[in-house]
């Protein structure tokens, strides 16, 4: 099992900048690509970024290219999302996810491990 624990969601004004942390621990976080999801209410949950285990690579959808970026600590078993210039359409509660493999993919029935969720609000 690896356990994931996001955090840093809240409420920002448009134009604003968060950034948010996926703690892991319990089974081995090496080896693996992650990503970050988000789910607005009344949407299903859309594919936000994704990271190599080296950090090397990433993969972002269309509508944050430019204004998020991901990255990780390996040593330290976390994750991050730093969002700039945010927008009342990029609220939604926002997952970490640990894939199985290296491989970086869009598609959130390839994750194995989720966390919970942490909320980010953006007002106009």
């Known amino acids: 099992q690896v356990q994931l624990v996001e955090s840093g969601g809240g409420l920002v004004q448009a134009g604003g900048s968060l950034r948010l942390s996926c703690a892991a621990s319990g089974r081995t976080f090496s080896g693996r690509a992650m990503g970050w999801f988000r789910q607005a209410p009344g949407k299903e949950r859309e594919f936000v970024a994704a990271?190599?285990?080296?950090?090397?690579?990433?993969y972002y959808t269309d509508s944050v290219k430019g204004r998020f970026t991901i990255s990780r600590d390996n040593a330290k078993n976390t994750v991050y999302l730093q969002m700039n210039s945010l927008k009342p359409e990029d609220t939604a509660i926002y997952y970490c996810?640990?894939?199985?493999?290296?491989?970086?993919?869009?598609?959130?029935?390839?994750?194995?491990?989720w966390g919970q969720g942490t909320q980010v609000t953006v007002s106009s």
């Open positions: 996810a640990a894939h199985s493999t290296v491989a970086l993919t869009p598609r959130a029935g390839e994750y194995d491990y």
């Open positions: 990271i190599s285990w080296s950090g090397g690579n990433t």
